[in-house]
Nanobody, 126 residues
Framework: QVQLVNSGGDSVQAGGSLRLSCISS????????IGWFRQGPKKEREGVAA????????YYADSVKGRFITSRDSANNAVYLQMNSLKPEDTGLYYC???????????????????WGQGTQVTVSS
């Protein structure tokens, strides 16, 4: 079991940037997968990005490709989501999540993940 702590959410104007953090209770092994999800008002939880802990493989939803970047800091058991050029439709509660044995083709499915952070709110105003 892995405990994850989310932080970094805030209210920003469209075009702004935020960096979300996800700190793990233990060190990641190279094949661990850390996913980022969001859930907007009256919407289902959707996969935004994912990263294999080794840092070699990343995945992005089409809606954020070119604007969001996931990275990791192994020394601090941390994974980050840098969000640029934010849009009002990016508003939602953002979660990081963990699964072992790589991200794979279904990285965007919430049910693939076993452990979740508590979420952090991102609000983008126009």
């Amino acid at each position: 079991q892995v405990q994850l702590v989310n932080s970094g959410g805030d209210s920003v104007q469209a075009g702004g940037s935020l960096r979300l953090s996800c700190i793990s209770s233990r060190s990641y092994v190279s094949n661990d997968c850390i996913g980022w999800f969001r859930q907007g008002p009256k919407k289902e939880r959707e996969g935004v990005a994912a990263q294999v802990a080794s840092g070699e493989v990343t995945y992005y939803a089409d809606s954020v490709k070119g604007r969001f970047i996931t990275s990791r800091d192994s020394a601090n058991n941390a994974v980050y989501l840098q969000m640029n050029s934010l849009k009002p439709e990016d508003t939602g509660l953002y979660y990081c999540a963990y699964m072992s044995a790589g991200c794979g083709a279904y990285w965007y499915r919430p049910r693939e993940y076993t452990d979740w952070g508590q979420g952090t709110q991102v609000t983008v105003s126009s």
